[in-house]
């Protein structure tokens, strides 16, 4: 029997209501002749909720007991799933992470998935159960310590399930109905894709779509995972969402597929620091071993042997790295004459893999920026996608002049 991994997001088991729309469509594949894996998340709002409250018992909590509240969202779902498949005479149960056991590393907050044993889940399958429900975004570290996989974790979770049971199909039910040339919500003129490439999925993923945890992109990549994302809330078609698969199963392509913003970025500037070998490595070291997830790094032209130093981080994470640059300096590993941090900018990147062969996508964007008067702070690229720091007032004018420049509403 085939077995197909289906994921429901927060908003599609927001009520109980919903609930039992969404185990409708995983009775339809069950009476296809699917065995199904149902990964699910914590109810919407829920997750943000036991973070909130972690963070208001102990601001610099124990990252296992971080784990051990936020986890426990996706816990209730999973019963109730599985009840709502019970009262619809469907055969199924649900699984917490450490009853799989799903195996992750001891990274709290944000582990990484080891394996994941299927014999105990084949097992109930064989007798006659058509359901697992598994509670997304949590697994068990070596040391028997509940762990989670990062915000959005659930994507990762089912990917990982799909790979380690040969799924025909992983699908992905959120709130849209499928991945669009841009969010939704920032331009009302994008564009569905029917298909978009691995390579393409993971940019958007990590440069900001939310729509998709990048993790999750990775591993449907590395072990061929058909990822579809699709609605919860739409008439089931065929042929409906987005289709992530392999470049060589999209026909036509524009050069740029899609354009991503990432809100609350900081840009932070360290002045003054002496240029000389193992700079770099003495202020991103500390800065990694802080927790800080620097991305965009520019070091200016010096000047009597010092020089500036720019680099982007998440906001959240100014005033860690403020901390560990401070440290650093007391201890005599870099000397600064200041730490200058710019907190209301926003990052816009543009992807496609179609950049690789055509030339002037960036000339564009950054004239696209200039004739709206934007200035651009910080440039990176790479071979499929370039990204910018601008002031964060401009983010959504940005993403909006952009997509109607580069004509993302049609297809080439
Ligand atoms: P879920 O709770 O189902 O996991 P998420 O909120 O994590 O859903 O992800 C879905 C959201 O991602 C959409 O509501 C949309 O606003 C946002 N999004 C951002 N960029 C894109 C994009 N390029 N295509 C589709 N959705 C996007
Ligand atoms: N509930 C978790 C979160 O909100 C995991 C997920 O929904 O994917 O981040
Ligand atoms: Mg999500």
Redesign the pocket.
Known sequence: MSTLVMK?????VATLDRIRRAAKRVGREVANGHDVIVIV?AM?GKTNELVRWVEETSPLFDAREYDAVVSSGENITAGLMALTLQEMAVPARSWQGLQVPLLTTSGHGAARIEEIPTANIRAKFDEGMRVAVVAGFQGVSPEGRITTLGR?G??TSAVAFAAAFGAERCD?????D????????IEAK?RKLDKIAYEEMLE?ASL?????QTRSVELAMRYKVRLR?LSSFEEFSENAGTLVCGEEEIMEQNVVA?I?YERAEAKMTLISVADRPGIAAAIFGPLSEAGVNVDMIVQNISEEGRTDMTFSCPVEQVARAERAMEAAKESGDINYHDILADTEVAKISVVGIGMRSHAGVAAKMFKVLSDEGVNIKVITTSEIKISVLIDRKYMELAVQALHDAFELEKVA
């Open positions: 429901f997001g927060g908003t599609s998340s919407s959005g659930s994507d992905i039910y959120t709130d849209v499928g991945v669009y040339t841009t969010d939704p919500r994008a958007l900001g779509a939310k729509v998709l994302v899609g991503t």
